[in-house]
């Protein structure tokens, strides 16, 4: 795993990245193709217009230390696939984690990527004494993905899974 900072605005912002994907900020010009998967407080964006208003609240919760967002990006072919990050639980010394992959992307490997460079970002850097991650019952390429992670099953209710690293 390779971590840079880069500067994007007024503020530097940790880049990571291995062979395969590069996660870095999300920029202006990403929000068109995150559409599809751009959510706030559980509500989907509609259209480019709210998609860039909810990444205006992703911006302030990063300049308040509350979470880490980061675009995943095809390093061979610089497209976007979608985003993960730590999203509440930092002011803790904990870390929930998120991740959303286009439909294009799904099941190509770059999920694995992208949470084994968040996990290793979390601990390392962040020092998280905890990291957990939710799911629905019914998504099953998650459930997998966690799991082969090393992330165990500590809560299920209703319709929601919870997982939490193991062995940290």
């Given at each position: 795993?390779?971590?840079?900072?880069?500067s994007i605005g007024n503020d530097n912002y940790p880049e990571l990245s291995d062979e395969r994907i590069l996660l870095r900020k999300?920029?202006?010009?990403?929000?068109?193709?995150?559409?599809?998967?751009?959510?706030?407080?559980?509500?989907?964006?509609?259209?480019?217009?709210?998609?860039?208003?909810?990444?205006?609240?992703?911006?302030?919760?990063?300049?308040?230390?509350?979470?880490?967002?980061?675009?995943?990006?095809?390093?061979?072919?610089?497209?976007?696939?979608?985003?993960?990050?730590?999203?509440?639980?930092?002011?803790?010394?904990?870390?929930?984690?998120?991740?959303?992959?286009?439909?294009?992307?799904?099941?190509?490997?770059?999920?694995?990527?992208?949470?084994?460079?968040?996990?290793?970002?979390?601990?390392?850097?962040?020092?998280?004494?905890?990291?957990?991650?939710?799911?629905?019952?019914?998504?099953?390429?998650?459930?997998?993905?966690?799991?082969?992670?090393?992330?165990?099953?500590?809560?299920?209710?209703?319709?929601?899974?919870?997982?939490?690293?193991?062995?940290?």
């Open positions: 795993m390779t971590i840079t900072t880069s999300v920029g202006a010009a990403d929000i068109p193709a995150l559409v599809p998967i751009s959510f706030y407080d559980g509500i989907q964006a509609s259209d480019v217009t709210m998609a860039m208003a909810m990444q205006a609240k992703i911006d302030q919760d990063l300049l308040n230390g509350n979470s880490f967002h980061w675009c995943i990006i095809d390093r061979l072919s610089g497209q976007v696939v979608g985003t993960c990050g730590y999203y509440r639980g930092l002011e803790n010394g904990e870390g929930e984690l998120g991740c959303v992959l286009l439909s294009a992307f799904r099941g190509k490997g770059y999920m694995s990527h992208a949470m084994r460079l968040t996990v290793a970002f979390g601990k390392n850097k962040l020092a998280l004494r905890r990291i957990w991650a939710v799911t629905t019952r019914g998504n099953l390429q998650a459930i997998k993905l966690l799991e082969r992670l090393n992330f165990i099953k500590i809560a299920d209710r209703n319709d929601e899974i919870e997982y939490e690293l193991a062995n940290r």
